[in-house]
């Protein structure tokens, strides 16, 4: 596995919003991220903790990593592994800064390797997310079309991938953290 040093997608939004509301958003554990794709976040924020995205009821997890580093309020670094896919664990780092207008947010995803299969996929996804915060955190709201889409996602988790329920994404996780350590398991 080598690391792609060419890959670095950067996104980056302004908020017409205090950086500790913005902060306040994306670090909010225990209830749902409308913004991040009706997740809920379970982590402590501390620096080597566990960081998981779950679906409301819990039966789900979307995506694992941990905790590298964080300053309140204004950067988060975790790993990120996307469950649905077996791919190695890559770094996404959330920075917030005031401006004259409220708070600029850039997100930072590095750390893609040759075992990744379409990271060009992921700027997307982050312009998508947000876009989704702007909404939510200048307006209380997110737009109607993503409400409904969220709501159609909820009536259709049995079709998700396996490895996105809890146990398998527990496990992936637990198989990157010993592949990461040097750790070598012959079932791997």
């Not at 890959?7 to 509301?21: C, T």
């Not at 469950?83 to 920075?95: A, C, F, G, H, M």
């Not at 079309?145 to 996602?153: A, H, I, L, N, P």
């Amino acid at each position: 596995m080598s690391e792609d040093p060419g890959i670095e997608h950067v996104v980056s939004i302004d908020i017409g919003a205090s950086v500790d509301r913005v902060w306040s958003e994306i670090t909010k554990t225990g209830a749902v991220q409308r913004p991040l794709y009706n997740t809920v976040l379970e982590s402590d924020l501390k620096p080597g903790s566990p960081v998981k995205y779950v679906s409301p009821d819990g039966k789900r997890i979307f995506v694992i990593g941990r905790v590298i580093d964080i300053d309140p309020p204004t950067m988060f670094q975790h790993t990120y592994i996307f469950t649905s896919k077996d791919e190695p664990p890559t770094l996404v780092t959330w920075n917030l800064e005031a401006t004259d207008n409220g708070c600029r947010v850039t997100v930072t995803h590095t750390g893609w390797t040759d075992e990744h299969k379409a990271p060009e996929k992921s700027a997307g996804g982050w312009r998508e997310i947000l876009g989704l915060l702007k909404n939510e955190v200048e307006t209380g709201q997110i737009p109607l079309k993503t409400r409904v889409m969220y709501s159609m996602m909820n009536r259709m988790m049995w079709v998700m991938p396996k490895s996105t329920m809890t146990p398998n994404a527990v496990a992936l996780l637990e198989k990157w953290r010993h592949r990461e350590a040097g750790l070598t398991n012959q079932e791997d």
